[in-house]
C-alpha cells in the first residue's frame, strides 16, 4: 500500500508536542494510504538540532564539540557532548509518552557516516571526510551508536517495528572529492563509490541485526550515486524526485526491478488562494517520471512519499507548524492520487 512518511524536522521546540502532531496526523489518513511516523527531529534548538548532531551524540568513543567553523571531534567529552546527550535523552522521553500503547511502523531518521565526516571536522585538521582511517571510524562507531538507539526506542515503544531512514545527501560529493581544503587551495580526497558501498553496506547490515525492519539509503539529489546505494544492499532508495531527469529515472528504475523500493522526496506543494495546495503536482513529481520508464504501475504500491518539511516563515527561517502540518495533509493527499494509479 502505498505510504506517506517525513525525512525528519518538525518545526517549533518542544519534543513531545511534535511527537504527538506527528502521530496523530499520520493516524488518520485517507483510505488507502498508509502513514508511517517518524522519530521528529527539532531544527530550532540550534546547533543540537542539526541532522549532523543529532548523529554525532549517536556515536560511540567519538565525542564531539562545537568549534569556531560548526562541530569537530574531539579528545574527550565535555559540555557539548553533554548538551547532545540530554537532547536525546528528552527526545526518547516525549517519544515514549506520545506513542504509548502504539505499535507499528516507526521512522527513525539518521544522518548517514558519509555525509556526517563531510559534515565535521577532525579533532586538528580539516573534514573528517579526507581521512580514509576517520570515515572508517565514523562509519562503524555510528553504526554502533545506531544500534543502541533502535534498542532504546523499542525499550520506550516495545510495540515499534524501527526502519531506518539513512540520510547521505552528500553522498555524490563525498564521491566526485569536491570539497574544498580547509585552506581552499586544494580539495579533499574523494571516496571511491566501492568504498561508499563497502562503508554503507557494513552499516546497514550492523542496523538489521539491530533489529531494523528495514534500511533505506536517502540520497537526496545525488542521482548519480544510485549504483553505489544499491551496492549497499538497503532494501529501499530514497531520493529528492527533483533532481531525477529521465536518465536518472532510468537509474532509479534499474533500482526498482531489481527489487529495491522507493521513498520519493517529493516538492513543496504550491499552493493558491482559490484552488489550494496542488496535490496533483505533487503526484506527477512521481507518475511522470515512473511511467515515462516504463515500470509497472501495481509497484507504485510500495512507493513512500516523504514530505517535506514545510515552507519557511516570510523573514525567518523557522517552519510555521500550521504550513507543516498542512504540507503532510497535502502530501497524505497526494499519495492516494498514487494509490489509485497503481490499481488502474
Do not use: N
Not at 148 to 153: C, G, N, Q, S
Not at 278 to 287: C, Q, S, T
Amino acid at each position: 500500500m502505498t505510504a506517506v512518511s517525513g525525512t525528519g524536522p518538525w518545526p517549533g521546540t518542544d519534543p513531545l508536542e511534535a511527537q504527538q502532531t506527528v502521530l496523530g496526523d499520520l493516524a488518520d489518513l485517507p483510505d488507502g494510504v498508509t502513514g508511517l511516523p517518524w522519530t521528529v527531529r527539532l531544527a530550532e534548538r540550534g546547533p543540537v538540532g542539526t541532522a549532523a548532531a543529532q548523529a554525532l551524540g549517536l556515536l560511540v568513543e567519538l565525542p564531539a564539540e562545537l568549534g569556531p567553523h560548526g562541530w569537530k571531534l574531539a579528545d574527550r567529552p565535555g559540555a557539548d557532548a553533554t548538551r547532545l546527550a540530554a537532547a536525546r535523552r528528552e527526545d526518547l522521553d516525549a517519544l515514549a509518552v506520545a506513542a504509548h500503547g502504539w505499535s507499528g511502523s516507526l521512522v527513525v531518521p539518521v544522518c548517514g557516516p558519509l555525509t556526517l565526516a563531510a559534515s565535521v571536522y577532525l579533532a586538528r585538521g580539516d573534514r573528517a571526510v579526507g581521512d580514509q582511517g576517520a570515515v572508517a571510524e565514523i562509519a562503524e562507531s555510528l553504526a554502533a551508536g545506531t544500534a543502541e538507539h533502535l534498542a532504546a526506542i523499542m525499550r520506550a515503544v516495545p510495540g515499534a517495528r524501527p526502519t531506518v531512514l539513512l540520510h547521505e545527501p552528500l553522498l555524490a560529493p563525498v564521491v566526485a572529492g569536491v570539497f574544498p581544503s580547509f585552506s581552499g587551495y586544494a580539495r579533499l580526497r574523494a571516496v571511491p563509490a566501492p568504498v561508499v558501498s563497502e562503508r554503507l553496506s557494513r552499516v546497514v547490515g550492523v542496523l538489521r541485526a539491530a533489529g531494523a525492519e528495514r534500511v533505506v539509503l536517502h540520497v537526496g539529489p545525488g542521482a548519480a550515486v544510485v549504483g553505489a546505494a544499491r551496492g549497499t544492499g538497503a532494501d529501499a532508495l530514497g531520493v529528492e524526485t527533483s533532481a531525477l531527469d529521465e536518465h536518472a529515472w532510468e537509474r532509479v528504475a534499474e533500482a526498482v526491478e531489481a527489487g529495491t523500493a522507493l521513498w520519493a522526496g517529493v516538492p513543496q506543494p504550491a499552493t493558491s488562494q482559490c484552488a489550494g495546495p496542488d496535490v496533483r503536482g505533487v503526484a506527477d513529481a512521481v507518475l511522470r517520471g515512473w511511467e515515462r520508464v516504463g515500470l509497472d504501475r501495481a509497484g507504485l504500491r510500495d512507493v513512500v512519499l516523504l514530505a517535506p518539511a514545510g515552507p519557511s516563515v516570510p523573514g525567518g527561517a523557522a517552519v510555521d507548524p500550521a504550513a507543516a502540518r498542512a504540507t503532510l495533509a497535502a502530501v497524505a493527499r497526494a499519495a492516494t492520487v498514487v494509490a489509485e494509479r497503481a490499481e488502474s
